[in-house]
């Protein structure tokens, strides 16, 4: 297995993160998914998603519809009544502001908030009220996957950015001013049928971005000031593939700051995203298509277990593009007389790449380990259209050559 996972760390960050607020892995084996409430604080709307699972272990967040950003909760359920804790415990027992709320029998919540400067305000609490649906696809899915998040998403108001031609392709860029994630559109240059397949993937990448920025700020709440900043870069239109890489630096509460490449790449005719082996098959059974957990795609059409994918990933592709970049770019593959040096030739930074579509062929991402993170960001490393031709995936498309 590799050592690192940069073009996946950011989601794996994330992932622990709400591991450790007990929000998302309880759904796994609680009776009951977390609760969504809606109401106000003082005279302040707020929106409220607590597990109520585990009495002597009550997890929560909410937010101040005004500003979106989450506030931690921790505390206990006695006798009906819930005692939270608003913020991250910095083991210093540091007093922090008390929610205690009872259940008003009708399914909602009334109580008070007080912080250690003896201010105490009432809070009011319903069930949160959900539409059936959104214009926008991606909301839909989040209303009844997770309604919180859909209900702060639903708050915030896209603003039309610059708008720019790529590849013979307009773009449209929008922007999401709190969590400063950008991305675009396409207008035109496609099919109505196909754009809309695009543009819905597109837009959900976008939304999921600014999800990722929510969940660091909440991750980095005990350590300070968080910092989350994403860049994309449009690599390759055409008629049969859309490429975009998306590239995140960040610091959510670990010990180091951050970085990974999170590329997305979609079948233009369907708008369904591509895994590698649907452009590139270097095994000798046909094709198999597996979406990696945490990459954008349904893991639902996976035709492989995770451990099928590993050993063709490690026993077949990683040995081979190892063979093809020593071919293509000898010095870059020579192996470094000193340990510190950066080691291209090594196969297991080879065998989970971030990877994307380019004019000239498919770039590949090498994946180091912490230490030597300083070695990614290659730009040499790409194979080209003419040796992919080759070693057809399991999608046929039409590839620049």
């Known amino acids: 297995m590799a050592k690192d996972y940069p073009s996946r760390l950011l989601a794996i960050t994330i992932k622990i993160i709400l591991l450790i607020f007990a929000l998302r892995a309880s759904l796994a084996f609680a ?8 109401g106000t604080l003082g005279k302040t709307p707020i929106v409220m998603e607590l597990d109520l699972n585990k009495p002597e272990a009550i997890t929560g967040r909410y937010f101040y519809q005004k500003y979106h950003l989450d506030l931690p909760l921790n505390g206990t359920q006695e006798d009906g009544e819930l005692t939270l804790q608003e913020g991250m415990d910095d083991f210093n027992d540091t007093p922090r502001p008390t929610l205690r709320l009872q259940s008003d029998g009708k399914s909602g919540w009334q109580g008070t908030w007080s912080n250690p400067q003896g201010k105490i305000m009432p ?3 319903t069930p949160a009220v959900l539409p059936e649906s959104n214009p926008d696809v991606f909301l839909t899915q989040l209303i009844h996957d997770a309604p919180y998040e859909y209900l702060r998403l639903s708050g915030l108001a896209l603003k039309k950015g610059k708008q720019q031609n790529f590849m013979g392709y307009p773009l449209q860029w929008w922007h999401e001013p709190q969590s400063d994630i950008s991305l675009f559109t396409l207008t035109s240059g496609y099919p109505d049928a196909q754009l809309k397949l695009i543009n819905e993937q597109l837009m959900a990448r976008l939304w999921q971005q600014v999800i990722d920025y929510h969940s660091c700020m909440l991750g980095a709440s005990q350590f300070g000031k968080g910092d989350f900043v994403q860049s994309v870069t449009p690599e390759l ?15 959510c509460g670990g010990a180091h700051p951050d970085f990974g490449d999170s590329p997305l790449n979609l079948d233009a005719q369907t708008g369904a995203a591509l895994s590698l082996e649907d452009i590139l098959w270097v095994g000798k ?3 198999f298509h597996y979406m990696y957990a945490e990459d954008t795609g349904d893991q639902s059409g996976n035709s492989v277990s995770f451990d099928d994918y590993s050993e063709y990933r490690e026993k077949n592709f990683a040995p081979w593009l190892i063979t093809q970049f020593k071919q293509l770019y000898p010095r870059e593959m020579q192996k470094p007389k000193g340990d510190d040096n950066c080691d291209y030739s090594d196969a297991e930074i080879w065998y989970f790449p971030s990877w994307y579509l380019t004019p000239k ?26 040796v992919r031709d080759k070693y057809q995936g399991g999608v046929a498309l039409a590839l620049p050559q």
Not at 31 to 38: A, G, H, M, Q
Request: charged residues 15%.
């Open 31 to 38: 009776e009951e998914p977390p609760i969504v409430l809606t």
């Open 123 to 125: 809070i009011a609490l």
């Open 237 to 251: 239109l055409s008629p049969t593939a859309v490429s975009v890489n998306v590239s995140t630096s960040y610091s």
């Open 285 to 287: 059974e046909k094709p």
């Open 361 to 386: 062929g498919i770039h590949f991402g090498p994946s180091f380990a912490r230490v030597m993170r300083a070695c990614e960001g290659t730009h040499w490393s790409v194979l080209p259209w003419s």
